[in-house]
């Protein structure tokens, strides 16, 4: 069972930045592809970014890219969500997810608790 908890969110002005943490409780972090969902309010949860287990390969939802930026540190057992430019539409709960048994972009084993970020315009 791997516990993922998440950090770092807040409030930010419009095309300010945040960085998102996520503490892993494993060593076993390290073997896990892992991912940054967000779920505003009203809305279904969504796909942010995702990393392979090695950090080789990077995904990003659309509506992020070349804004955001995922990286991962195994030996810290630590997941992060660099956030650029951030826009009012970026405000949500973002929460990371450890282990997508099938699909990099959805159905993950673990989940965390979630970090609320606002922006404002």
């Known amino acids: 069972q791997v516990q993922l908890v998440e950090s770092g969110g807040g409030l930010v002005q419009s095309g300010g930045s945040l960085r998102l943490s996520c503490a892993a409780s494993e060593r076993t972090f390290s073997r896990y592809d892992m991912g940054w969902f967000r779920q505003a309010p009203g809305k279904e949860r969504e796909f942010v970014a995702a990393?392979?287990?090695?950090?080789?390969?990077?995904y990003y939802a659309d509506s992020v890219k070349g804004r955001f930026t995922i990286s991962r540190d195994n030996a810290k057992k630590a997941l992060y969500l660099q956030m650029n430019s951030l826009k009012p539409e970026d405000t949500a709960v973002y929460y990371c997810?450890?282990?997508?048994?099938?699909?990099?972009?959805?159905?993950?084993?673990?989940w965390g608790q979630g970090t609320q970020v606002t922006v404002s315009s």
């Open positions: 990393i392979t287990w090695t950090g080789s390969n990077t």
């Open positions: 997810a450890a282990d997508p048994p099938n699909n990099i972009y959805r159905d993950y084993h673990y």
